[in-house]
């Protein structure tokens, strides 16, 4: 990478790191453009060389923290993979060290909950050009050739169902308590998700018929 391609890099982050801490700080509607680029310390043209507005900024920024949650998650599964055998069970522990992660920074929960899209969501785990890492699907389908006795009927449905279900489920315990516990709702959750994925599991009786 040139010095042009680096300064750029600089600046690209600079909006990113900047956007990032007023969206979690004020909130997006309370953020301008002007906010942004002064705390960035560039010029207001340079921000829309990379963004259309600020709701494009945003959504990359969903896309970029959801897609660092779920490649975290991967990379923490790795290190204890022995202890999760099954599909199943590393689905399991890549949603609960997700969830874990929001219960503990619950201004993420917020900033993604309320502006994740399934294309949002989408862009992060197939990583479109987002960094220079494998994308997270490329992982789950690595998950699912690591374990030849599960064939699912789509791989792709059951992730987006099981997302779908954490997360709205997670949003009211996690910030409000309701109707009871994080912790208390868990493992209702991790059991719903297994029945998730035994449903979309094609046996090997379909394979016979």
Known sequence: MGKVQDNKQIKLDALFKSA?????????????????????????????????????????????????????????????????????????????????????????????????????????IFNDSLTNEINFMDFYHKMLEENPDVTLKNPEIMLFTIIELASSTSYSTILDGEPVSYEEMKPYLNESIRAIIHNHIISESNFTQ
């Open 20 to 124: 990032y801490d007023l969206f979690m700080n004020n909130g997006i509607e309370k953020t301008s453009i002007h906010d942004i680029v002064n705390k960035a310390g560039v010029a207001k043209g340079t921000f829309y060389l990379y963004f259309k507005d600020k709701y494009d900024i945003r959504d990359r920024l969903i896309a970029q923290t959801t897609e660092k949650l779920f490649m975290s998650a991967y990379h923490a599964l790795l290190l204890d993979q022995l202890l999760y055998p099954k599909f199943e069970d590393k689905i399991i522990f890549i949603v609960d060290y997700i969830l874990d992660q929001l219960n503990t920074n619950k201004m993420i929960l917020r900033f993604i909950y309320k502006n994740l899209s399934w294309g949002l969501f989408r862009k992060a």
